[in-house]
């Protein structure tokens, strides 16, 4: 779970604007994966928004996505 977050914050800080605009739209095979995942443990989702929660809303926020 620790590599995925780390990868999803990854993600966000690196990605233009633009390119998470995109990306929402066409996930990857990874990403749904990861997904359903996190769906079926409640326990590593925790965990895992408890990580990438503060870098993806900043990032989304700045970005227009969030109001």
Request: net charge positive; aromatic share 8%; proline share 6%.
């Amino acid at each position: 779970m620790s590599m995925i977050a780390d990868k999803v914050i990854e993600k966000y800080r690196n990605s233009t604007c633009e390119q998470l605009w995109e990306s929402r739209s066409k996930p990857t095979e990874e990403e749904r994966h990861a997904r359903q995942a996190l769906k079926n443990d409640p326990t590593m989702r925790d965990a895992f928004f408890s990580k990438v929660a503060g870098p993806i809303v900043n990032k989304t926020f700045e970005c227009g996505m969030v109001p």
